[in-house]
């Protein structure tokens, strides 16, 4: 079950929490095509499809619906344009011989696991250019994460939150365990396993699942007083947790969602 | 990552945060543990496509992990959106190269001085270079570090001092 760290009120809550849907699948960023408008189309149907597979803890507030489907729509658009500006620039770039991070290293970590035997030289030119655009992705994410709380500084748990709402990234579950690992230990969850298998479709219901279906004493729609965050104080006492609770088993036949929500594109 | 020294399990900080505000706005801001977290992202990034590229190489009886299946671990890993700009990145990389021993030994030797500017490769080959950028380095005993390549690295680059190279590079105060 999901498990996040806010600071500010229930309308961004929700959207925090159902936004994983848009990221289960990785493959639709790569097919999807770029927004040209700022306006939202509802009329994409596989962003649709992707909304509508993803069960909503309170179908009744459109409020909230409209707001999450902005958002959801806002980060998807910003990363299609970022592959795009990718492909762009690796088209156009005219020196292709200075990479921004060292080969040396590179081929250094590749090497620290003692099963590799040798390392071509163009394998260290590719990573070179594969953590380029890695960095950017997960920067770019965790900005949508600092935006969405009004704030102006990236955090660890910035990072930590958008790992944790895309499967690709499910290898980096172990590498910022911290805040979770914090959120877990203040809802009785010591010792649950970290590392989950993946599954076919929507990996995110089952990140470290608890171990009853029910927490008591955080309810939606009760959150905790907010605390202004000090900068740089990654474990502030003060900081909201919320945790909700989804079904086991994503919607069988999900529906096309139009930009009103409409009762029946509600899981 | 055992007897692996520090400062060489992660890229360059400088690096990260340089790379980090080029998808940034100005008025953003980046803590140090924001920093430091995605040091460790990349590096585990690197491992885990690494581990995936070289299973496909022991399967096929290969001993050299390639680009080729670094890209292929990449796409079975679902970092589709990936392998496509980094294949036309290959391929464009590959089209710039002249003399192809020289090309690979001129990328690697650039590594550790890490200037933004071209440059040309500052040494000559070795005794015995081998065309593939390996030789009898790969499997002698080095004592300039833990890994066989040390040698070959350092004979390329005069990458001596581990950490001093970068050092002239952190120009990107918080």
Redesign the interface.
Known sequence: MQVHVYNNNAKMDQNQHVQPAQEAYGENQYQSNPVTTPTVLPTQTSDSSLSSSYPRQHPNDPQLEAMYELRQERLQQQLNNFWAKQCQEIQEATDLRTHSLPLARIKKIMKSDEDVKLVSAEAPVVFAKACEMFIMELTLRAWANVEEDQRKIIKKHDIASSISRADVFDFLIDTVPRPLENILDQQGFVGLPTSTVPTPLNDACYHNPPPQALVPGNPYGSPRIAVGMPILDQNHPGLQIHHFLTPMEPTPTPTPNPQNPSPSSDC | ?AG?REQ??Y??IA??I???R????A????????K???Q????????????E??ER??REQR?????E???WA?EK??????A???S???H???K?EGEPAS??????S???S?Q???RTHPHSHPPNYSH???GMF?FDPSSQGF?R?DAS?SGS?G?VASFDP?ANIKRDPL
């Open positions: 990552m692996v060489d399990q890229m360059p690096n990260v340089r790379i980090m080029r998808i940034l706005p008025h953003a801001k980046i803590s140090d543990d924001a430091e977290t995605i460790e992202c990349v590096s585990e990034y690197i491992s885990f496509i690494t581990a590229a070289n190489c022991q001993k050299t992990v390639t680009a299946d670094v890209l990449m890993l679902g970092f589709d959106n990936y496509h700009p980094l036309l990145y290959l464009r990389y590959r710039t090309a690979r030994r001129a990328s690697a650039a590594s550790p890490m933004m500017h071209p593939h950028g390996f790969d890994y390549d690295s680059g990458f970068y």
